[in-house]
């Protein structure tokens, strides 16, 4: 009689961890989803860590359920070619309904695009309107490209308490941001009357 093998004994350990199914990858939170776009690692999440298994999810979530962090992902996958074939103009209609929802990293990433003309054409009027608005929510790379603009000669002169305003009240424990805030604020003021830079360093909502 011919002993019973064990299913298991057939095949090395090592040949068993190839037939492994990857375990499943949890969608992301709102404010985790934020927080990678921040960083700007979140294509490199979606492609090379949750290898692309999610997806269908972000769709859906950028479809269906119009989630603004969701759209700008979507948006940004569909702009690079990441884990869906490229459509840059379909990506950046999603960027623009995540924009729309007012989410400051959309308006932001929009403006810088039409400032330097990233996937569409250069359009200065359009680069403040995104930027302004972004940096009227906090945003400081959006803060500092609206100074940074409106120095350069463009914009107009209205929008230089504005954005004084916005950089004066930003709170940051970097060195380097704070010596590059306070670069900008000395040539905004350079260009400012005095009541003017005084009213725009009144506290925020005041």
Same mark, same amino acid.
């Given at each position: 009689?011919?002993? *019973?093998?064990?299913?298991? *004994?057939?095949?090395?350990?090592?040949?068993?961890?190839?037939?492994?199914?990857?375990?499943?990858?949890?969608?992301?939170?709102?404010?985790?989803?934020?927080? !990678?776009?921040?960083?700007?690692?979140?294509?490199?999440?979606?492609?090379?860590?949750?290898?692309?298994?999610?997806?269908?999810?972000?769709?859906?979530?950028?479809?269906?359920?119009?989630?603004?962090?969701?759209?700008?992902?979507?948006?940004? /996958?569909?702009?690079?070619?990441?884990? $869906?074939?490229?459509?840059?103009?379909?990506?950046? *209609?999603? /960027?623009?309904? %995540?924009?729309?929802?007012?989410?400051? =990293?959309?308006? =932001?990433?929009?403006?810088?695009?039409?400032?330097? #003309?990233?996937?569409?054409?250069?359009?200065?009027?359009? %680069?403040? !309107?995104?930027?302004?608005? %972004?940096?009227?929510? #906090?945003?400081?790379?959006?803060?500092?490209?609206?100074?940074?603009?409106?120095?350069?000669?463009?914009? *107009?002169?209205?929008?230089? =308490?504005? %954005? $004084?305003?916005?950089?004066?009240?930003?709170?940051?424990?970097?060195?380097?941001?704070?010596?590059?805030?306070?670069?900008?604020?000395?040539?905004?003021?350079?260009?400012?009357?005095?009541?003017?830079?005084?009213?725009?360093?009144?506290? !925020?909502?005041?």
């Amino acid at each position: 009689m011919v002993a *019973s093998v064990g299913v298991f *004994s057939l095949f090395s350990t090592s040949a068993i961890a190839q037939f492994r199914v990857p375990e499943a990858v949890q969608l992301y939170t709102d404010d985790e989803l934020v927080r !990678l776009i921040r960083q700007n690692t979140h294509l490199q999440r979606v492609r090379d860590i949750d290898d692309c298994q999610l997806y269908q999810d972000i769709q859906a979530q950028a479809e269906i359920e119009r989630r603004p962090t969701y759209q700008f992902l979507y948006g940004d /996958m569909l702009a690079y070619a990441v884990c $869906y074939e490229r459509d840059v103009a379909l990506g950046v *209609s999603y /960027m623009e309904q %995540a924009a729309q929802q007012g989410l400051p =990293e959309a308006l =932001e990433q929009l403006g810088r695009y039409y400032h330097v #003309g990233q996937l569409v054409q250069p359009d200065m009027r359009r %680069a403040i !309107l995104y930027l302004r608005e %972004a940096a009227s929510l #906090g945003n400081l790379p959006a803060q500092k490209r609206f100074a940074q603009i409106l120095l350069n000669g463009h914009g *107009s002169a209205l929008d230089f =308490e504005a %954005a $004084y305003h916005y950089l004066h009240n930003t709170v940051t424990a970097d060195t380097t941001e704070h010596r590059e805030i306070q670069r900008l604020l000395n040539a905004l003021e350079e260009k400012m009357p005095t009541r003017i830079v005084e009213r725009a360093r009144l506290p !925020l909502n005041s």
